[in-house]
């Protein structure tokens, strides 16, 4: 029973991956499995967004983790939805690899403009592997170090410019 109990806490462990600065916003199946939704507003044209976030994924993105994934429009990691008369004007998607190199976690962009000057970013982060009940703060952390790690016009991104859309990540209780 000891052992059996010191072999399941060390795999919970092995599979908490998140440990970094940032990992405050723990999900436990915010999507059946663990998951993180927000909403981020950003005073610039969705594609001075996209251009950034674009940037910023192909070249590993803050920590090198991220990978662009191939759209259905053709064009990688995000694509162009302007000349379809849709609410948004760029849909994207990038997988991130924890630091301990064991979990992808897939990444989903949609950007819709508030006016001219201003996009909502809708992010997204799931946990691919199943199983994965709660993620340590990961998804959350997915989300938030990218577009942190950018360089927006307004300067670093402020806490009141993120919002959750559901209860995913939840803010920390303390
Ligand atoms: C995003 O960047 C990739 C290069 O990594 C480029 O091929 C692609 O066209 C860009 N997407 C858009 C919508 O500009
Ligand atoms: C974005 O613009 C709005 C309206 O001009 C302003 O109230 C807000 O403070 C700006 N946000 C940031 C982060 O500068």
Known sequence: MKAALILLSALLTAANACTLDGCDHPDCGGCGGACCKLAITI??????VMNKLNASIASGGPDGLYTGMMTAEGTLTFGDLRAYDKQIDFIGQAEHLTIN???TDTVNFA???L???STEVKAFSISQI????CDDGQNYLNILQLV???KWVDGDLELDQVSHLDDSCPEPTE
């Open 43 to 48: 005073n610039e044209s969705t594609e001075s």
């Open 101 to 103: 190199g064991l979990y």
């Open 111 to 113: 950007l819709a403009p």
């Open 115 to 117: 006016s001219d000057t």
């Open 130 to 133: 199943a199983g994965a009940y």
């Open 148 to 150: 942190q790690g950018v």
